[in-house]
């Protein structure tokens, strides 16, 4: 759990983060949503003491952090940052080791955790290993650098707009392998993006932040509901809230017994992925299946619209 309490970091007369408190519960994923210069950064990198706090508290898991020298604490924590910020001249392999290095693995524990994490994320290590950082593609240098901040198995993981740099197609892929992985490990993200769409997707809870400031913090379904007017309301009240909002529901919730012909869609994919299949295929009703296949009933159009409006 990470507490933040009545933190601000002043630079010069700009007040970056201002009188930020927020919680971050155990093995869950917030992410901190605003426009440029909002303070985002600034927070998280506060979190890892890259950025010392003007005033407040941050306590991991009951400690206070400022007890703590900064590197002590840097490598008991992920960081992943847009760009991957990895070593040009370093091998993936070397990359990837850094942080137990530093903390003085031996070298065949070392070389396990390499292969273990490279496996996770899907390079082969025979051929990954030893190539440098220019002969990757922008995805996969972005799992080498999520790879590398989760090295040292830390139980928390900070990550600045880790998928900024990459097209559509690789950064929905990159997002479900955050969530799986998350899943997984059951580690605390804390994830800085600019993308509305981005926050409602991955996390469990928002902090809109403006002007240094933590308009609203609270789960993404809250968040389309109950914007806090102004700031908050603005970013999220468009036309397309209403989809928003679907995309936060899974067919599964939304089943009902029956028939349906046509093309099923699967159980776990989103009330907006069922709408888009409907609207497409010009059908009222589409059956669902389980992911072993099984026909579970179907999902309606109306099903779908009832949830599409405000909440009560
Ligand atoms: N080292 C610094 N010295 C002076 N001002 C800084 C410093 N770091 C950040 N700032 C200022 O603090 C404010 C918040 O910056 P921060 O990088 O946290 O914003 P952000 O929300 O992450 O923005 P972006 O999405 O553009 O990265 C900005 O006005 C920025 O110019």
Known sequence: MIEVEHVSRRFGPLLAVNDVSLTVERGTITVLVGTSGSG??????????????????IRIDGRDTAGLSGEELRR??????????????????????????????????????????????????????????????????????????????????LMDEPFGALDPIIRAKAQEDLLALQRRLGITVVLVTHDMEEAIHLGDRIAVMDGGEVLQYATPAEILAHPVPGFVEKLVGGADRPLRLLSLTRVADAVQPGEATGKP????ATLRDALSDLLWSGAESLPVAAPDGTLRGRITLPAILRRAGRPA
């Open 265 to 268: 869609i699967a159980d776990d």
């Open 40 to 57: 985002k950064s600034t927070l998280l990198r506060i979190i890892n003491r890259l950025i010392e706090p003007t005033s407040g508290t």
């Open 76 to 157: 008991g924590i992920g960081y992943a940052i847009q760009g991957h910020g990895l070593f040009p001249h370093w091998t993936v392999a070397r990359n990837i080791a850094t942080v137990p290095t530093l903390l003085g693995w031996d070298r065949a524990r070392i070389g396990r955790r390499v292969v273990e994490l490279l496996e996770l994320f899907e390079l082969d290590p025979a051929s990954y290993a030893g190539k440098f950082p220019h002969q990757l593609s922008g995805g996969q240098q972005q799992r080498v650098g999520v790879a590398r901040a989760l090295a040292a198995e830390p139980a928390v993981l």
